[in-house]
């Protein structure tokens, strides 16, 4: 080959690879994502398990603001989070008793702080989930747990502030378990809607629960 042309061909080629790679991710900024949770005990008996069994969170997203629901028979617990002004409040829903917990932007990093350094090493390893590709994972916490992630490295999304845990992952996770010492918690993606999602669905209720800070129930929990 004619040396002359070896570096242009060189660069269009990269160029070729750059583009598809880029148009192989669907970056998606608006949608919801639902996912089955099943749990397993490292104990023999686990009261916690059947009740969780058959749980489901439920992640919607439009534009920088979030909103998670983790539904279960034991009640609900929702988090909606505005990245761009660093809001956000805690739902929680138990036993006919309604809570808003408010936090700043302050409250939200130190309550995340725990995924602050957590790193993922990449596995060749990889499963099929949806009809989606997915490559496997795994980061562990500075308490110990451990989480195992499959993710679909053909969707991305546009904001990645929802949850600490999977800020650096190149792609949507799937799949992912949560290890702790006595339990293991498995979510696994059973939907994705990407119809639009009302405005109203992340604004922070203005009645109807009992208000405390973040600071406050901090304080109720260690007094408890």
Request: proline share 2%.
């Amino acid at each position: 080959m004619d040396i002359r042309f070896a570096t242009p061909m060189i660069l269009l080629v990269s160029a070729q690879l750059f583009t598809a790679n880029s148009i192989a991710q669907k970056t998606l900024s608006e949608g919801t994502i639902v996912y089955n949770i099943s749990v397993e005990s490292k104990k023999a008996e686990n009261n916690k398990v059947s009740v969780l069994n058959g749980a489901k969170s439920i992640l919607y997203l439009k534009g920088s603001s979030s909103r998670s629901e983790m539904i279960s028979s034991l009640g609900n617990e929702t988090s909606i989070f505005n990245a761009k002004t660093g809001s956000a409040v805690i739902l929680r829903e138990y036993s006919g008793q309604k809570l808003m917990i408010t936090l700043s932007k302050a409250n939200w990093d130190e309550k995340n702080k725990k995924y602050n350094s957590l790193l993922f090493d990449k596995s060749t390893e990889t499963k099929m989930i949806k009809g989606y590709s997915c490559q496997k994972a795994t980061g562990k916490l500075s308490d110990g747990s451990i989480i195992t992630v499959f993710y679909a490295t053909e969707l991305g999304l546009t904001n990645k502030d929802y949850t600490s845990a999977f800020k650096n992952l190149p792609g949507l996770p799937m799949e992912y378990e949560l290890e702790t010492e006595n339990m293991k918690f498995t979510y696994t993606v059973s939907e994705i809607d990407l119809n639009s999602i009302s405005a109203v669905k992340f604004e922070f209720p203005k009645s109807g629960y009992r208000v405390m800070s973040y600071e406050d129930n901090k304080q109720v929990k260690k007094e408890g």
